[in-house]
Each structure stands twice: as C-alpha cells, then as structure tokens.
C-alpha cells in the first residue's frame, strides 16, 4: 500500500524552526524525486523544495529559500524539510510527495507562525 506519513509540524513563533519528516512505504523510493509541498486555504499546494534520488540536485523556491533546507534518507524512506526563521506566511498545511506527484497525498502536518 502505498503510503507518505507527514509529521513534525506544530505551533512556532516568528523566527523559530521546525524540522518536518515524511515516511514513505509501498513504492521505490530511492528512485524518485522528492518534494515538499505546501498550502493554505483557498489556493492550490506549491512545490517548496524538492530533491533528486541522489540528493546532489535540490531546488528551493525562491521564497524560502535561505531557510528550508530539504534532505532525504534513501534507507529509512523518508524525506526531511528543515526550515528556519519561520515567517508568519509559511503558515499552511504541509505535504510531501514525488516530483511530479505519483502516488496519493498524505494527511499533510500543520505549520502555524504567530506570535
């Protein structure tokens, strides 16, 4: 069955750090690209970062890029999004998947930036 189990998000002040993981199962992971996704209501989920089977090519959008750092673990089949200096608009539901998206979405883990 194929499965991505999003964790790690939570409620975080401006300018803290959270570092979300995805569990992976049911497909060959290491043989995919991997990203980070995000949304917020009312718009459609964007491509934050994502990370070749490798992890020698990774591409961050330009408006985290500085603070999210994304890495993978080809062992555990589980991609990591590590963000720093979290601003009040990172503020969404956060998902990851292939790049292009293959298999189903996740639940998503909820990123909240507020005082």
């Known amino acids: 069955q194929v499965q991505l189990v999003e964790s790690g998000g939570g409620l975080v002040q401006p300018g803290g750090s959270l570092r979300l993981s995805c569990a992976a199962s049911?497909?060959?992971?290491?043989?995919?690209?991997m990203g980070w996704y995000r949304q917020t209501p009312g718009n459609e989920r964007e491509l934050v970062a994502s990370?070749?089977?490798?992890?020698?090519?990774?591409d961050i959008a330009d408006s985290v890029k500085g603070r999210f750092t994304i890495s993978r673990d080809n062992v555990k089949n589980t991609v990591y999004l590590l963000m720093d200096n979290l601003k009040p608009e990172d503020t969404a539901l956060y998902y990851c998947?292939?790049?292009?998206?293959?298999?189903?979405w996740g639940q998503g883990t909820q990123v909240t930036v507020r005082s």
């Open positions: 049911g497909f060959d992971f290491p043989r995919y690209r």
């Open positions: 998947n292939t790049v292009p998206v293959v298999p189903p």
């Open positions: 990370i070749i089977r490798t992890g020698d090519q990774i």
